[in-house]
């Protein structure tokens, strides 16, 4: 099984009597219904329904750990600070710095599962701290581009991403059940009104794509920017309705004056749409 160190990430601590109510009414993610050993992605929103800061939670003991980015890490403990007010809750840093995933065809012992990648059939454990699995390293980047799982900062920008850009509303970081909490209202909205314009992608080519920021040209329009890009396969967050018009008209996709193909993970069960609607399973 491979595994592989992420230095950049870093983990929090949620903790207190109330800290599952406090996170509850705050976070995208329905942590209430979080089962122990699984790790669900998650975003605490702006008010205009854009992802500030996002991350994987999972139950830890009588808390939760929160694991982010280095640069969001500061920010992230002074937002959930200035909600915090006279709440019960502990916020503490964790001394580990970075992360340490496993995958394959089974799970590990030690860690939670990533239910991100379950999705894509992908048993993946995360584990906080530099871990000597004894296992081979392996390619982390190209692993999240089969699996469709998109990462701030190259496939996004915060504060410029709806979490169905980024697919949360399918992978279980988006809850329409639970209630109120920071950008609910907004992303209620746009989940019953089925206005959400851009999806994660995943492009392909025959010959290595163009770097992260190339612009794809859909039908003479453009419909995002490359993201990630692990040789001949990445991702991309685009216009859907671009690219379905393009698909309808038997138009290429170009990323960088190159011809690619653009899907959308089998797993999300979307299709691109021919009009101007959004994408529909």
């Known amino acids: 099984m ?10 929090l601590r949620i903790s207190g009597p109330e800290a599952e109510h406090f996170l509850q009414n705050l976070i995208t993610t329905d942590i209430v219904s979080m089962p122990d050993g699984v ?3 998650g975003a605490l929103l702006t008010p205009q ?3 500030l800061f996002d991350f994987s939670i999972w139950r ?6 929160i694991e982010t980015d280095a640069v969001q890490q500061d920010a992230l403990v ?13 916020i503490a840093v964790l001394e580990q710095q970075g992360a340490t995933v496993v995958w394959g065809e089974d799970e590990v012992a030690s860690g939670v599962t990533d239910s991100r990648f379950d999705h894509a059939a992908i048993a993946l454990t995360r584990m906080p701290g530099l871990v000597d699995t004894g296992f081979a390293d392996g390619d982390y980047e190209s692993l999240r581009v089969e699996a469709g799982v998109a990462a701030s900062g190259v496939d996004y920008a915060l504060q410029d991403a709806f979490p169905h850009d980024i697919l949360m509303d399918l992978n279980g970081g988006l809850s329409f059940r639970k209630g109120c909490y920071v950008g ?9 009104r089925g206005t959400a314009r851009r999806r994660l992608v995943q492009i392909a080519a025959d010959e290595p794509l163009p770097p992260t920021g190339t612009e794809i040209i859909a039908g003479g329009k453009p419909a995002g920017t490359l993201g990630t890009v692990c040789g001949r396969a990445g991702l991309a967050i685009l216009r859907t309705d671009r690219i379905g018009a393009a698909i309808a008209a038997g138009t290429p996709v170009f990323a960088g004056g190159k011809p690619v193909t653009v899907r959308l993970p089998a797993w999300s069960g979307l299709d691109f749409p021919s009009d101007e609607q959004e994408a529909g399973s």
């Open 60 to 65: 830890d003991g009588d808390g939760f750990l």
């Open 49 to 51: 329904g854009k992802i």
């Open 2 to 11: 491979p595994a592989a160190h992420l230095p950049e990430r870093r983990f």
């Open 39 to 41: 790790a669900k992605p």
């Open 78 to 90: 002074r937002r959930l600070t200035m909600y915090k007010l006279r709440a019960a809750v502990e």
């Open 184 to 192: 609910q209202e907004v992303v209620s909205r746009m989940q019953h």
